[in-house]
């Protein structure tokens, strides 16, 4: 009979930073990221979108790359930095992209949004003035069942202008 290597309850030690705050516990070997955030921290900005990987709205920032958090173990991110949706606003106050999107109608119903958001930050992060191509390409893997997606190319390319503007 073939060893087990995993049991359901098996538990493991993480240690994570969130949104700038540390995280330790212990979890479940099998438990994904998302539902970490989701389930454990109470971070619900992450959504669950379609659980195939498709859709991208549960996309967060794992040392700065945008990766889609059902596809990843919590014990994956062990010693990583994490960045939510939660983590963009700060004091309060939206970033450029947040307030981008607010502003140019980057969005409908929302539930896509937290994903566009990450994947834009990373974007912008690599390529602070991108252009319609390399927003295409950096949003590719976000699914939006509202928008048309017109608006939400709008409000990245005001959010980068807005970067231009104040770099002077």
Do not use: W
């Not at 970033?95 to 896509?112: K, T």
């Amino acid at each position: 009979m073939p060893e087990v290597i995993s049991k359901p309850t098996d538990r493991v030690a993480i240690a994570v930073k969130v949104n700038g705050k540390p995280y330790t516990g212990q979890i479940e070997a099998r438990t994904l990221l998302v539902d970490y955030l989701r389930e454990t921290l109470d971070l619900t900005g992450t959504h669950i979108g379609c659980d195939t990987s498709y859709c991208g709205a549960c996309t967060v920032l794992l040392d700065g790359k945008a990766v889609k958090s059902c596809t990843v173990f919590a014990v994956q991110a062990d010693s990583a930095e994490i960045t939510t949706g939660e983590g963009l606003a700060a004091g309060g106050n939206l970033n450029r992209l947040q307030e981008a999107f607010a502003d140019n109608h980057g969005l409908q119903c929302g539930y896509c949004t937290p994903g566009f958001l990450m994947a834009a930050t990373e974007l912008l992060a690599s390529h602070p003035s991108p252009s319609d191509d390399e927003i295409l390409k950096g949003i590719a893997g976000n699914t939006c069942r509202c928008t048309g997606y017109q608006n939400i190319l709008k409000a990245i390319r005001a959010a980068a202008e807005t970067a231009d503007s104040s770099r002077g």
